[in-house]
């Protein structure tokens, strides 16, 4: 189905407007501990040099026992409420992408409900890796756009530190822990591309690629949480054209293009696929968000976290096109473009 009949589909026949997912608000969270390349030197056999050349990464925060992925999570939706100027209250949705939940149930998004003081509305875990935050806004969308919710949290949340063994110097350099969140509210649009919300979401999966990036653990499976396992060579391989085909998408759908993008915010997982995928698609070097540096790989929270980071230091600005983009364990795949 092409873009242009989705958006038929949801247009409100009395008014002739269609609902958009807006965002009111974005706000993230780090945990206080950093550490540095050079930290990870006095107990890994590795360089500050091979990481940065291979990674981009000069450091990552890394969570205190007491900081838990609902901690965090919590800390970035009270951020994104305070720019959206609402209260708990207001939202009746609230969805968090994490693969490191608090306990295995109930969800980290009831967690952070009830952290918030709110009793009303649902909420939800939803787990798709580094995509999970696009995934959980595609879902969200669906829910403030059908119009059956009016407002919704979007959190991506994780503490990855917990997940990696930190004797493996192949994967435990690669990743952070940190939060970032949206605020979003159905507002009606008139169903182009000038409106402000969610003007698409593509989200792709293929699990025949489990065993490139999994965590050997699990509930069922071994009673235990395990360690993330990566091919990273294999996922590397994947990633440019996995990224570069949902963004060729989502410019498809709503009849944009590379030239009309103020800001690329494409999941930080490492400077060299942000860089060749911001080439292929013939993005321009100053309108792509890089966070990687200072946050590492932070998975489902990578792209809400630059996203608030961008917003707080004024780069997007309310008008602003925003594409934003994810790979990850499954595989799954994904983008959205947003009109901030
Ligand atoms: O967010 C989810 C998606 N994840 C990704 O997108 C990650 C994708 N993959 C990558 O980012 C890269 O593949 C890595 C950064 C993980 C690795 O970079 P690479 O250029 O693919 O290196 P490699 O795995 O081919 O390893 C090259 C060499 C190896 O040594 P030998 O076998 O050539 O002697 C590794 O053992 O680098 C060695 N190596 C290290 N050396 C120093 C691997 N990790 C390290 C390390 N420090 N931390």
Known sequence: MSGLQQMDNRVSRASNLLLRSVVLGAGS??????????????????????????TGIKQRHVAAEDEPTSRLGLLAAEAALGEAGLKPQDLDLVLVATSTPDYTFPATATQIQAMLGMTNGAAFDLQAVCSGFIFALAAADKFLTSGSHKRALVVGAETFSRLLDWTDRRTCVLFGDGAGALVLEAREGAGTSSDRGVLTTQLRSDGRHRDKLYVDGGPSMT????????AGREVFRHAVGMVTDVVSQAFAATGTCAGDLDWFVPHQANRRIIDASAEKLGIAPNKVVVTIDLHGNTSAASIPLALAVARGDGRIKRGDLVMIEAMGGGFTWASALIRW
């Open 29 to 54: 969270c780090l945990p206080k501990r950093i550490v540095s390349n050079a930290d990870l030197e006095k107990t890994l056999d590795t360089t500050d040099a091979w990481i940065i050349q291979r």
């Open 223 to 230: 009673q235990t949480t395990g360690h993330l396992r990566m």
